[in-house]
């Protein structure tokens, strides 16, 4: 009887668990070895060098692990890259200038997607251990790996000028998961191959950035970025960018929106029922304003917006209402001057001061000189009023 050759043997595995992670809810699969990013260290050690991280000090701390997977956990052999789609039903700019609502970026329109895509990653991983008694190590987006350089290493699409992983059957809109294994699984199979770029010539991402945030094509500075500005940045939002951020209340969608690959990527009509929340698709800026940290743990219990904490969510909120122009909001702003925290009292002066100039004025001469804050105190001098 004639034995199959190892390379048969490898396809066959790989084919079975593709077939596992695809009904499991996963649309794009693929596999790197170990060392398929060599360049990926370099080139995260000049972007940090760079300082364009911003306040991401957690980049550095663990940059040497970051930088290959055999860093991190030197026993891996093999990493097995997943796609979960979160195509969007609407268009994600169809509520731009729309004063009184707020913009959340799609991925956080409900259960927070680490919990959704970690789930499936474990069942996967549990099978690979069942069917091959490898070790696995599991990662979603909180762990130094360099999923995006993965993940266009095994085929899953191609880092795109906004740097965000673009794939050819569902556009800009893949959340990226990984499994490293100490098992050796065949790369030569259909769609391993490391993906070419297929941008051309095209820059409709840059140009869509609604705060200059890249620096050129495939860099991107976080320090500019609204999706920085609003989620990973603890403290005021830089007037320089507040009327750019608009109506953007957490994260922004524009230079993945504008993708022209997009139109190739169907609605995750399936998957919506994991991450869609309706209340969360265009919240009132009125109802975020009013929160307290114990109905802000309320609303967003789940989400992936509860991890910013209910000041920064009402910082931008305040941003948002201050571009918005609604005279409505000026209670809930004028409440906002005695927040407890400085963030949220420096913000509410300056769109009250967008709002309504002669209450500013009013509430500027009642207020400073027991302002104890020196940001907040910087706020009601600024002259841009």
């Not at 139109?263 to 975020?288: G, Q, T, V, W």
Request: aromatic share 8%; hydrophobic share 45%; glycine share 10%.
């Amino acid at each position: 009887m004639a034995t199959a050759s190892h390379s048969s043997l490898n396809n066959s595995f790989t084919a079975r668990l593709e077939a596992e992670a695809r009904a499991l809810g996963f649309v794009a699969f693929g596999v790197a070895a170990a060392d398929a990013i060599p360049d990926a260290a370099a080139r995260l050690r000049a972007w940090l060098e760079s300082g364009a991280h911003g306040d991401m000090l957690w980049m550095e701390d663990r940059a040497e692990q970051r930088g290959s997977p055999t860093a991190l956990w030197p026993e891996v052999r093999s990493v097995v890259m997943l796609g979960m789609s979160y195509a969007p039903a609407e268009d994600p700019l169809r509520l731009a200038g729309e004063a009184g609502i707020g913009r959340i970026s799609v991925y956080a329109q409900g259960q927070d997607y680490h919990d959704i895509v970690k789930k499936a990653l474990k069942a996967l991983a549990r099978w690979i251990v069942a069917e091959a008694g490898a070790g696995v190590k599991v990662f979603v987006d909180t762990a130094p790996v360099m999923e995006k350089p993965l993940a266009a290493a095994a085929g899953l699409g191609w880092q795109g000028k906004h740097s965000n992983l673009v794939s050819g059957e569902h556009g800009s809109w893949l959340l990226l998961g990984a499994i490293m294994t100490t098992l050796e699984i065949g790369t030569d199979v259909a769609g391993d191959a490391p993906h070419p770029l297929r941008c051309g010539s095209c820059d409709a991402c840059l140009r869509a950035c609604p705060t200059d945030a890249f620096t050129a094509p495939f860099r991107i500075d976080a320090r500019r970025c609204i999706s920085y500005l609003t989620i990973e940045n603890k403290g005021p939002i830089p007037a320089e960018f507040r009327q750019a951020i608009g109506n953007r209340i957490y994260g922004c969608d524009d230079c993945l929106a504008v993708c022209p690959w997009n139109k190739f990527a169907a609605s995750a009509a399936a998957n919506r029922a994991f991450f869609a929340r309706a209340e969360l698709a265009a919240p009132e800026l009125a109802d975020i304003l009013g929160l307290d940290d114990a109905g802000f743990r309320a609303v967003f219990a789940g989400s992936p917006i509860k991890r910013i904490g209910r000041d920064r969510m009402v910082r931008n909120a305040l941003i948002a209402a201050g571009n918005g122009g609604d005279a409505g909001l000026v209670p809930r702003i004028v409440a906002l001057l005695d927040d407890p925290a400085a963030i949220v009292r420096g913000a509410a002066v300056w769109t009250l001061g967008r709002i309504d100039p002669g209450r500013w004025a009013a509430e500027r001469a009642a207020r400073l000189t027991d302002e104890p804050d020196e940001g907040v105190r910087a706020e009601w001098l600024a002259a841009n009023r």
